[in-house]
């Protein structure tokens, strides 16, 4: 089964900042992942899918990308309503799983 | 517009089975596949079962590998999971979720959930 380790599990950062978050799997799954924003007592919604499309109707802040096993996302001026934790999940066979989450906090 | 219903959650003992439906109305169900994800209080996302729109492709987590069943009716729009043997640590959580295609891929729309509490 493939492992998706995410990091970090935590970040406090300031408005407009370039915030990073990644994710790493356990073997090769080309660019079957996907990202996915939660925001406090709602379901989450995708923000990026095929690791660098980003959903319609998602700020152009967010941007998905790509180095062998190694994913990110990132944000590139935070604001306030990116409080939310991030998720990353693949797909590139069953069982599908997900990180385990990175709170941002301002 | 798009409605996702999940029914069944509730109280039960350790051992014990339950089995959750999802009631799928505003696109044709029977073209996309879907999946069970739960979430443990103040916890992360836990995929827990997927079906693909043919019943071809079926995968479980290993936590539930065993113990579940997923299964979906086409003529009635449903969704369901059977779970036997439940353990405290499947207290969660169970979000019905729409994929964005046939296989298992991504999960486009959620449910608002049903609560699974396993306590004696």
């Known amino acids: 089964d493939i492992q998706m380790t995410q990091s970090p599990s935590s970040l406090s950062a300031s408005v407009g900042d370039r915030v990073t978050i990644t994710c790493q799997a356990s073997?090769?799954?080309?660019?079957?992942l996907n990202w996915y924003q939660q925001k406090p007592g709602k379901a989450p919604k995708v923000l990026i899918y095929d690791a660098f499309i980003l959903e319609t109707g998602v700020p152009s802040r967010f941007s998905g990308g790509r180095s062998g096993t190694e994913f990110t996302l990132t944000i590139s001026r935070l604001q306030p309503e990116d409080v939310a934790t991030y998720y990353c999940?693949?797909?590139?066979?069953?069982?599908?799983?997900f990180g385990g989450g990175t709170k941002v906090e301002i | 517009e798009m409605h996702l219903v999940e029914s069944g959650g509730g109280l039960v003992q350790p051992g014990r089975s339950l089995t959750l439906s999802c009631t799928a109305s505003?696109?044709?169900?029977?073209?996309?596949?879907m999946h069970w994800v739960r979430q443990s209080p103040g916890k992360g996302l836990e995929w827990v079962s997927g079906i693909s729109w043919n019943r071809d492709k079926v995968g479980y987590a290993d936590s539930v590998k065993g113990r579940f069943t997923i299964s979906r009716d086409n003529a009635k729009n449903a969704l369901y999971l059977h779970m036997s043997s439940l353990r405290v640590e499947d207290t969660a959580l169970y979000y019905c979720?729409?994929?964005?295609?046939?296989?298992?891929?991504?999960?486009?729309?959620w449910g608002q959930g049903t609560l699974v509490t396993a306590s004696s």
């Open positions: 979720v729409k994929d964005g295609s046939a296989f298992p891929r991504i999960f486009e729309y």
């Open positions: 073997q090769d799954i080309s660019n079957f």
């Open positions: 505003g696109f044709a169900f029977d073209n996309y596949a």
């Open positions: 999940q693949h797909y590139d066979n069953l069982p599908l799983s």
